[in-house]
Each structure stands twice: as C-alpha cells, then as structure tokens.
C-alpha cells in the first residue's frame, strides 16, 4: 500500500462541507496536521454554490434555457441558509479571521405567515405599533416582553423580576404577560426561530436567550436580523479551507474514500483511497462517508429551488427576503422555510430571482409539503425539487475516533447547524470553542 500525500497525518477531515472546513480551519490553526480530502471536485459538499450549468446538470435537466442569462452570474446554494447577524457562526468567523476573505450584505426583510396573509415581523418598536400581526392592547403587552426580554441578564437577579427561567416554561412565560397564543406562535417561529412547539413546555430561559440574539442581531442592521456572502454560501468552506492551507494542511479534491480503516479495538486510524492509505489519529466527516452501522436517519428534507422573474409578491418588492411559514397555520407540525435572493447579492443575473422553499418532510409526497411555500412566488419559470435523507452519528465518536457532522436542518437559517459544529468541536478537542468575541466587530477586517 502506497502513502496518500505525505501518509501522516493527526487528522484526515472527509467532505468540504461547512461544518467539516470549519473544523480542519480551526484543527490546523492549532498546529495539527489535516488531510482534508472531498469525493467532488468542488468545494461546498452538500452545500456548495453552483453555477447555472452545473445546476442544470445535477438535476439532468438539459441545457439552461438562454432567458436566465450568463452562466457566471450564477452561485445557487443547494443548501439556502442565512446567518444571524450577531449569532455564534458570525462569531466564528471573526474568531477565525475568515471575515476578510468573504463581503456580506444584510437581507431586506423577514417576514411571518399568519391567516393566509405575509406579514413583516417588525424590524423596531415603531414597526411593532403599526404591525397588523396584532391588535392595539397585545400590542402594549408584546412591546412589555420585549423590553423584559432586552433588560433580562441571566447573571444579574434584579433583571429577573422574580421569574426563574430556569423553571418557568415558554408557555408560562407567554401567559405571565397576558400575550394570546397567535403572539406567542409568531414570536417563537418568527424570532426565537424555534421549529416546532416543543419547546413551549421547556424552561424558558433556551428559547429567551435565541430571542435576545434576534433582538440584538436585528438593531445591528435595522432591515432583518440576517446577512448573506456576496456570491453565495459557498465562500464560507472555501474561507475555512484558506485558512486550513494556510496552517499546512493539506487538500486532495475528486479523491473518494474507499474505506476508513480500524485498528482491533474498533478505532479509526486512517483511510484508503484506490491503493494509497494515509493514516491519522483520528477522522471527522460528513454522513455519507461512514459505514451505515454508524448513523442513523433522523427524516427527510424536501427543497425547492424556484427561478422566478419578479420579486415575492406582498414583500414590498425586496432584492431578498426570508419568509417564515408556522407548521400550525397551514395544518402541519413542522414549519416550511421560503428564502429569497437575487443579483443584490451577486447569485443571479440582473432581473431573475431565486425563491428556495424547504420543510422537514412529514407525509411522502414532496410537492405537497412544500405547496404553502409555492402558493406565495407567483409565476415561478423553472423548479427543481429535492428530497435528502438526513443522519446524526450514533456515537459521540471517542470510542471509534470517528467525529460525524449531523446533516443540515430544513430552516433557513445556521443557529441549529452551529450547535452541531460547536458540539463537533468539543467532541473531538474537549474543550469549548472561545465564543466569547463581541460580534458587532464584523466590520473589523473589511
């Protein structure tokens, strides 16, 4: 057996997909040696940015009709995600310095479903009076949780007004301030961006704290609480992978894994590719490299990707847009996710925008989970449709040296997927990742 690339190595990282070039970033920044190795010849794995060939091409849909413009005006996200302006994956990127090589512009608006109408969630307390999400008194009640919910400091007793968030429930927490249940639904759907009701019967203090960072992240840019890569997600394994070379590590494309190998003990200690073999102490990667025994299916998710020549219509024309679609107001227990972008952020041509609708799967017919969503584009040009089964590892790797990402969730937004990564990261160096960075200094490195 011959040596793939230089044969040692302290870490071989498979897939380049987010959370995977996060890690190999982060690994190689402190001194370990990484093998980062992809079955693609493109960066991104799963949620990759294509152009409108290579999308055409992946959904064998023939050549792209000459309508839609220049090929390389193109970056489709597979996976469509916006970033929480103060959130913890904006706070690794200026942990990791990987701001520098990416630019990010703020998405134009955020918008809740309610009663069959598409209403903006008020981006300030003016917004908020004018809103006809609610009525007059609820909402004076709603503006008094905010102001509780802004002043509330987990370290600071005086803030709590004698509520143990601790213990007391969401549900409790709604019903102390006298907000009906149509508040409390668009509030955890649309800002505390929870997915479905359970957490109505969990301490309040999770679902608080999610609500604090929309708050916060939302006052940074007065317009929605997200921002968005000019160019697509893509930027984002490509910043980390920068910065994994830079450290030494090392990058082999259109190189798949043959086998992950296993000493007697059942531990990983490298992989085989054709008749190369490059051993580690350990390997970290997405799903789909590891051995079905283990991971497990955790459901299925269906994405839409939906060419449109016009804005979302009731949005006030916006260049791009996230609208929330609560499970409960369309009969279904999981919410459904509509995102839109367009050539503001550099992902179309000039006049063509793309709307992505996504939900958890929750029958198994994949058009009519997503018809809410599709209802609200108006003329759509061309739609292309997938179904991915998603998977967490069974272990926490330490028996087996084996650190598996989850798959991506079905919202259009990071906060779960990062709760993965971060977990990722204490798995495998036991220690927490230092999320301790202001993330108002996003400009810092522009």
């Given at each position: 057996?011959?040596?793939?690339?230089?044969?040692?190595?302290?870490?071989?990282?498979?897939?380049?997909?987010?959370?995977?070039?996060?890690?190999?970033?982060?690994?190689?920044?402190?001194?370990?040696?990484?093998?980062?190795?992809?079955?693609?010849?493109?960066?991104?794995?799963?949620?990759?940015?294509?152009?409108?060939?290579?999308?055409?091409?992946?959904?064998?849909?023939?050549?792209?009709?000459?309508?839609?413009?220049?090929?390389?005006?193109?970056?489709?996200?597979?996976?469509?995600?916006?970033?929480?302006?103060?959130?913890?994956?904006?706070?690794?990127?200026?942990?990791?310095?990987?701001?520098?090589?990416?630019?990010?512009?703020?998405?134009?608006?955020?918008?809740?479903?309610?009663?069959?109408?598409?209403?903006?969630?008020?981006?300030?307390?003016?917004?908020?009076?004018?809103?006809?999400?609610?009525?007059?008194?609820?909402?004076?009640?709603?503006?008094?949780?905010?102001?509780?919910?802004?002043?509330?400091?987990?370290?600071?007793?005086?803030?709590?007004?004698?509520?143990?968030?601790?213990?007391?429930?969401?549900?409790?927490?709604?019903?102390?301030?006298?907000?009906?249940?149509?508040?409390?639904?668009?509030?955890?759907?649309?800002?505390?961006?929870?997915?479905?009701?359970?957490?109505?019967?969990?301490?309040?203090?999770?679902?608080?704290?999610?609500?604090?960072?929309?708050?916060?992240?939302?006052?940074?840019?007065?317009?929605?609480?997200?921002?968005?890569?000019?160019?697509?997600?893509?930027?984002?394994?490509?910043?980390?992978?920068?910065?994994?070379?830079?450290?030494?590590?090392?990058?082999?494309?259109?190189?798949?894994?043959?086998?992950?190998?296993?000493?007697?003990?059942?531990?990983?200690?490298?992989?085989?590719?054709?008749?190369?073999?490059?051993?580690?102490?350990?390997?970290?990667?997405?799903?789909?490299?590891?051995?079905?025994?283990?991971?497990?299916?955790?459901?299925?998710?269906?994405?839409?990707?939906?060419?449109?020549?016009?804005?979302?219509?009731?949005?006030?024309?916006?260049?791009?847009?996230?609208?929330?679609?609560?499970?409960?107001?369309?009969?279904?227990?999981?919410?459904?996710?509509?995102?839109?972008?367009?050539?503001?952020?550099?992902?179309?041509?000039?006049?063509?925008?793309?709307?992505?609708?996504?939900?958890?799967?929750?029958?198994?017919?994949?058009?009519?989970?997503?018809?809410?969503?599709?209802?609200?584009?108006?003329?759509?040009?061309q739609r292309f449709t997938t179904v991915a089964t998603t998977y967490e590892p069974v272990g926490d790797g330490n028996n087996d040296k084996s650190y598996i990402s989850s798959s991506f969730d079905a919202s259009s937004h990071f906060e779960g997927d990062v709760d993965d990564l971060l977990s990722l990261y204490k798995r495998i160096t036991g220690k927490d990742l230092d999320m301790t960075i202001n993330a108002d200094s996003v400009e810092a490195d522009y």
């Open positions: 057996m011959e040596a793939l690339a230089d044969g040692e190595y302290d870490a071989i990282v498979m897939g380049t997909g987010l959370k995977e070039c996060v890690i190999s970033g982060l690994l190689s920044v402190q001194g370990m040696r990484v093998l980062h190795m992809d079955r693609n010849d493109y960066y991104g794995a799963d949620c990759a940015s294509l152009n409108l060939t290579n999308l055409y091409k992946k959904f064998n849909a023939g050549n792209p009709p000459e309508s839609l413009g220049a090929n390389r005006d193109y970056n489709v996200d597979l996976i469509p995600k916006f970033i929480m302006a103060c959130g913890n994956l904006t706070k690794m990127l200026l942990h990791s310095k990987v701001t520098r090589y990416l630019e990010f512009k703020s998405i134009e608006g955020s918008f809740v479903y309610k009663a069959g109408k598409v209403l903006k969630v008020p981006a300030t307390p003016e917004e908020a009076l004018k809103s006809p999400l609610m009525g007059l008194f609820e909402k004076r009640r709603f503006r008094n949780f905010l102001l509780y919910v802004d002043a509330y400091d987990e370290t600071n007793p005086e803030t709590h007004k004698g509520r143990d968030l601790t213990v007391m429930t969401m549900k409790q927490l709604y019903e102390e301030f006298g907000l009906v249940p149509d508040t409390h639904q668009f509030i955890s759907h649309a800002m505390c961006l929870q997915l479905d009701e359970t957490h109505m019967n969990e301490p309040a203090l999770a679902t608080v704290k999610e609500l604090q960072t929309y708050c916060y992240s939302l006052s940074r840019y007065g317009t929605s609480p997200y921002i968005y890569p000019v160019y697509g997600l893509g930027g984002l394994p490509e910043g980390f992978s920068r910065l994994c070379a830079i450290h030494g590590g090392t990058f082999m494309l259109n190189r798949d894994v043959d086998e992950i190998q296993y000493n007697e003990k059942g531990e990983a200690i490298g992989v085989r590719s054709g008749n190369e073999m490059a051993r580690a102490k350990f390997v970290v990667g997405d799903p789909s490299y590891f051995p079905k025994e283990k991971v497990r299916a955790t459901g299925q998710i269906v994405r839409c990707i939906c060419f449109l020549n016009h804005p979302i219509p009731n949005c006030g024309d916006l260049e791009s847009a996230q609208i929330i679609i609560p499970g409960p107001q369309v009969g279904r227990k999981n919410d459904i996710f509509v995102c839109s972008l367009s050539n503001s952020h550099q992902v179309t041509a000039r006049g063509i925008y793309i709307a992505i609708v996504s939900t958890k799967m929750e029958g198994d017919n994949p058009d009519k989970e997503v018809v809410p969503g599709l209802a609200l584009l108006g003329h759509i040009m």
